[in-house]
């Protein structure tokens, strides 16, 4: 009976052995929902609190401070983040649903080329570049289910959401410099009802969580779900600290923290581990044992390397006229003429130019840190006649680009907090030169009085820390997201992107993670 | 805790000064400035160093506007101090504030009145009634993805790899 399971789900025993899920976002949060619909037991360990959308803060400070993930971090290397915002490499969050909880939902595929970046952009001197062991052809199937878990616009029968005021100055930037692959979306944000949920009042938060529930989230949908099948447990506030592994090397259990900083053990036939690209590596890399002494499923040396947060950076753009660009959703806008493959742009890869605004709150900390005086302030006084748009695009794996564990620091529990290490490489460098410059026309077009550039942000997305590889010595998980050294461990989020393509990541996330249930469904069917 | 003596007057005087200057809003009134002031102010409680580096650092400001302009800094003018700012610019006392300032003036909800900023708006049914698309200066741009005849080349004729085939081939 549906109405006697405990709001957290009906208890599993921690002696049972189950399938034990590390985390809770787009790839924990798929998982736990296929596996339990599917009548497979399931643990889900998620280090935040279960935030209700009632619960969510529309107030950009407050809405940080209430999800964002603040538990030491360190950022080193010489890229911008680093200086600006020396403890704060990234921008996620720490709740039941994750970074789905503020992520603004852009759903474009990845295009067939983008799995074969080593076939296509060849050598490149600095980068690990690597063709992914599956292609658009394998994951077509997967993204037409992610699409309809999130109702993305566009697809499926799905209708487009309206122009706002942002999209306006946009797209009518982006017809007169002649681009055509322009639309509100795809876009996970329901323009009419859907899946049980409202359409969009357009009320302008998204990256605080969306408290109509207009915009999906494994919060909204999977979690709950999973649990209404009285076959998954959520454990809200539950830090893991790590994965073990029996004595033929199969992962057994994962030892983690409850609230109150005590010690539990959760037997486990599957481990799957969902954190995000950061703490994935992390947990991976405090799991080493004496048969991984250089952290768990890490023979490769790949653990943690590899650490991609795409080309990113923003333009705000002034007129003499109102945009209120603030008002209605907030990413519903995307330009796809730049997200292709030619060099003769001077880069390799592509990106993609999408709506964006911020309040005056978070325009200040991050249009251009550290910045003040007149020029600052000019920037600011225009707010009201502001429109804004960002670009993301695919930043080439570098092996020095690295999360590993930061002797000198460690988080509240004691643990050894994570260092991001990441430099751009030349190819990211010219390719956000060529966004920036794009936007420049594409606001000038329409009358823009000037443009600020506005560097990337503590990274939103990221990716590439556990990659996909065919061989094991590529990598560090299978095709399917199996650790290649590690039976029974399977990374479930975006660190296994061998490569990061242009597109948003969630997306991809959720339908790898739709294929990878399916896998270990079968898997654990046949008695695997 | 120990006591700790009072701050000046001049202090607290000369921090809005310092913050007009750096921040300078001309439709602004003074409120903003003082609460953010104010705010700093708070901080130094937490901070004996903070607190020693401000006071002093405040004082240099006087005394070097003593020393160029002849006057205090309060009674610069907007020129003047911001000349007098660039160069300590990297002072910690002023990195201090700028840090303080930046996440405090931009957060105060006149200032978002100012700045014609609604902010929150799901308890008024958002912005689909109220104006979110109420833009009239360009037209209404086309919201579907583009069907015309023209196709997104993914792969440039150039960038196709001479060793395999891709889809879109043939």
């Known amino acids: ?528 | 805790m120990p006591e700790t003596p009072a701050l000046a007057p001049a202090v607290r005087t000369n921090l809005v000064r310092l913050l007009r200057a750096a921040y300078p809003h001309p439709s602004f009134p003074d409120g903003p400035y003082e609460r953010t002031a104010d705010h700093i102010l708070g901080q130094l409680d937490e901070s004996l160093w903070h607190r020693i580096a401000l006071t002093s650092g405040l004082e240099s400001l006087d005394a070097s506007a003593q020393r160029s302009r002849g006057t205090a800094f309060a009674d610069l003018d907007d020129d003047a101090a911001l000349a007098l700012l660039r160069g300590i610019a990297d002072a910690e006392f002023f990195a201090f504030i700028r840090g303080v300032t930046v996440v405090t003036l931009y957060n105060d909800h006149e200032v978002w009145d100012l700045l014609g900023y609604e902010g929150e708006s799901y308890s008024k049914g958002g912005y689909l009634h109220r104006g979110f698309d109420d833009l009239d200066w360009l037209p209404s741009p086309r919201v579907e993805e583009y069907d015309g005849p023209e196709r997104l080349v993914e792969v440039a004729p150039d960038d196709v790899p001479a060793t395999t085939s891709t889809t879109g081939g043939r």
């Open chain 1, 1 to 528: 009976m549906a109405e006697s399971i405990p709001e957290l789900g009906n208890p599993i025993a921690h002696d049972e052995e189950v399938v034990v899920i590390v985390g809770s976002g787009a790839g924990g949060g798929t998982v736990a929902y296929e596996l339990s619909q599917r009548g497979i037991p399931c643990v889900v360990l998620e280090a935040g609190p279960w935030l209700k959308p009632e619960d969510y803060e529309n107030d950009e400070w407050a809405a940080f401070n209430q999800m964002a993930w603040l538990d030491n971090r360190t950022a080193s290397g010489p890229y911008r983040v680093a200086t600006d915002f020396p403890n704060l490499p990234a921008w996620i969050v720490k709740a039941v649903g994750g970074s789905t909880t503020h992520w603004s939902g852009a759903t474009p595929r990845f295009r067939d080329y983008e799995f074969r970046t080593r076939s296509h952009y060849g050598v490149v001197e600095g980068a690990n570049l690597l063709d992914w062991p599956i292609t658009l052809a394998d994951l077509a199937p997967y993204y037409d289910r992610a699409e309809k878990a999130i109702g993305s616009t566009h697809r499926h029968g799905r209708p487009a959401l309206p122009a706002n005021n942002n999209y306006k100055v946009f797209a009518n930037g982006a017809e007169k410099v002649g681009y055509k692959f322009y639309a509100t979306g795809p876009y996970g944000t329901n323009a009419e009802p859907y899946d049980g949920r409202p359409a969009s009042i357009q009320d302008g938060f998204n990256f605080q969580g969306d408290k109509s529930t207009a915009k999906w989230s494994t919060a909204v949908r999977e979690v709950p779900r999973a649990i209404a099948t009285g076959r998954c447990e959520l454990r809200p506030s539950s830090q893991a600290v790590q994965v073990t592994h029996d004595a033929r090397g199969r992962a057994d259990a994962v030892l983690y923290l409850d609230a109150e900083g005590n010690l539990h053990r959760q037997a486990a036939k599957v481990v799957c581990v969902a954190g995000n690209s950061i703490e994935s590596p992390r947990l991976l890399l405090m799991s080493a044992s004496s048969l991984h002494p250089d952290g768990l499923a890490n023979s490769s040396g790949q653990v943690g390397r590899n650490y991609m947060r795409h080309t990113t950076g923003s333009v705000y753009a002034r007129f003499d006229q109102p945009v209120r660009m603030y008002r209605g959703e907030t990413m519903a806008g995307i330009i796809a003429d730049e997200a292709r493959l030619d060099t003769s742009r001077g880069f390799a890869g592509g990106y993609y130019m999408e709506t964006l605004s911020l309040g005056p709150a978070f325009l200040a900390a991050f249009v251009e840190p550290g910045s003040w005086g007149p020029e600052f302030t000019e920037v600011m006084a225009a707010y009201e006649s502001t429109a804004g748009l960002w670009i993301v695009g695919e930043d080439l794996p570098q092996e020095s680009n690295r999360v590993t564990l930061n002797p000198a620091l460690q988080d509240q529990w004691g643990l050894p907090a994570p260092d991001v290490h990441f430099e751009d490489h030349p190819n990211d460098v010219a390719m956000r030169e060529h966004g920036y410059g794009r936007a420049d026309m594409l606001y000038e077009a329409v009358g823009a009085l000037g443009t600020h550039h506005t560097p990337p942000y503590p990274a939103t997305h990221n990716l590439g820390t556990c990659r996909m590889s065919e061989r094991p010595e590529d990598g560090v998980v299978d095709q399917w997201g199996q650790a290649h050294d590690v039976p029974g461990l399977y990374v479930s989020d975006g660190s296994v992107m061998t490569t990061g393509a242009a597109a948003n990541p969630t997306l991809t996330i959720v339908a790898l993670a739709i294929r990878q249930a399916e896998h270990i469904a079968e898997q654990l069917g046949t008695g695997a």
